[in-house]
């Protein structure tokens, strides 16, 4: 066996080696097929190491935890691709006629752990006999669908099979997951130290059916942001709006706000870098924005730490004055956007850092993202003879800058 595998890692080379510039739209797609058909089969030749290797002990009389330890290190891939390696190797072994799927690539790596997966969770649910049917037909009669697609077959599959089983399997498989979800769900927020944070955790589906409701109003696609950082800005804006309901428990005797400690210069009159109470920085961009009237605590220190203003709760739009910033402006008033006041802050048109009053004229509502937008100094907004917000777009927008509003929320 050693001389065909070094012949085929010699041939494996030529190809790799091969420009594939010349060939004809009809040749290439023919030599992607047998490439991927080779892949798949060479994966199934590497699954039949890995469980002889793992029936051997032999990682353990290497001083490896175990196989997938040992795998790891062999062959520089990460835990999890080497557990799920071991796993479908052992699968494999237990089940012939994936075994042969795989080996003639009549499946291809993916589709096999799905039907791994498959046939290991029927085992508690249904007979033998069952299962076998089970994974004969996800191989002969759904081998053509994607993963995806395939994974939804999967999920259905005894009502394909034994129809007369499926319910109450299904139903034990529900209270199953159920539970699963229910013990080990979780949410972390994790410093990644880069000014980033990671997000990870495990919700049941109910969780996450009240999670997307929340937060699909609020990633409607637009040319500026991906769908991911649409869902981000979405879940920030969903626990601003908590925090500004005034509906949340107290935390520590006060209502539940975001104290930013950042020093003054009264020299130039700026601000410098904030610091959040839990330790990160913030750029005096961001503490602009959140002076603004986001439900934060300032503290603002002199040249010497000293505290000269702690609090200013009048920097707030509230009250009787956000309610005539809402007949006003009816949302937020950037031109084109359709986004309701209750997702919207009272912007200080001049930075309330710098001396901006908390008055009408002085303030316009806008939403979390168009008033990023603002913060960033392309756009200038500015309050009209008449009264209303009106913006200026910058020069690559408009070569003549000419004011625009927002017609969307206009009520006459």
């Known amino acids: 066996m050693g001389e065909t595998l070094e012949q085929l890692r010699d041939i494996a080379g030529q190809c790799a080696g091969t420009p594939v510039w010349s060939l004809p739209d009809a040749d290439l797609v023919d030599a992607i097929h047998t490439v991927h058909d080779a892949e798949q089969m060479l ?15 032999l990682p353990i009389t290497q001083q490896a935890a175990n196989t997938a330890v040992w795998l790891r290190e062999q062959l520089h891939i990460s835990i999890h691709t080497a557990r799920r390696t071991v796993d479908l190797a052992k699968t ?13 690539a009549a499946v291809n790596v993916e589709q096999a752990q799905i039907v791994a997966k498959t046939v290991h969770d029927l085992a508690d649910e249904a007979a033998p006999d069952v299962v ?35 319910d109450e399997a299904d139903r034990r498989a529900a209270e199953r997951d159920e539970k699963r979800a229910q013990r080990t ?17 495990w919700l049941d589906a109910e969780a996450a059916a009240i999670v997307n409701a929340a937060l699909d109003p609020l990633c409607k696609p637009d040319l ?17 709006l908590a925090l500004r309901t005034e509906q949340l428990p107290d935390n520590g005797g006060d209502r539940p706000q975001v104290v930013v400690t950042v020093p003054y210069d ?37 040249g010497q730490g000293q505290i000269l203003d702690v609090g200013q709760q009048r920097r707030l739009f509230t009250g009787p004055l956000r309610r005539a910033l809402v007949a006003r402006d009816g949302g937020c008033a950037f031109p084109g956007c359709d986004r309701p006041p209750q997702w919207c802050d009272g912007h200080h048109i001049r930075h309330w850092t710098d001396g901006g009053d908390t008055a009408l004229d002085n303030g316009v509502l806008l939403c979390g ?17 008449d009264g209303r917000p009106e913006f200026i777009p910058p020069p690559y927008v408009d070569s003549e800058r000419r004011p625009r509003r927002n017609i969307y929320h206009r009520r006459t």
Not at 96 to 104: C, E, G, R
Not at 185 to 201: C, E, H, I, Q, W
Not at 224 to 240: G, H, N, Y
Not at 378 to 383: P, Q, S, T
């Open 369 to 385: 993202y168009h008033h990023r937008l603002i913060h960033r100094g392309e756009w200038e907004v500015r309050i009209a003879d």
């Open 224 to 240: 500026e942001r991906t769908a991911a950082q649409r869902r981000a800005d979405a879940l920030v804006e969903v626990c601003r």
């Open 266 to 302: 009264v020299v130039r009159h700026e601000l410098g870098v904030g610091q959040l109470d839990t330790g990160e920085a913030l750029s005096p961009q961001q503490v602009r924005r959140l002076a603004c009237d986001a439900r934060i605590l300032p503290v603002v220190l002199g």
């Open 92 to 104: 494999l072994d237990q089940r012939p006629a994936l075994d042969v799927a795989l080996s003639t």
């Open 185 to 201: 769900r979780a949410f972390t927020l994790t410093n990644n130290g880069d000014g980033r944070f990671r997000v990870t955790g």
């Open 43 to 57: 994966a199934a030749a590497k699954l039949h190491l890995v469980r002889e290797i793992d029936g051997r002990n």
């Open 132 to 166: 076998d049917l089970a994974e004969k037909a996800l191989i002969a009669e759904f081998a053509d669908w994607e993963p995806a697609t395939f994974r939804k077959a999967a999920a259905r599959i005894l009502t394909h099979v034994a129809p007369e089983a499926a």
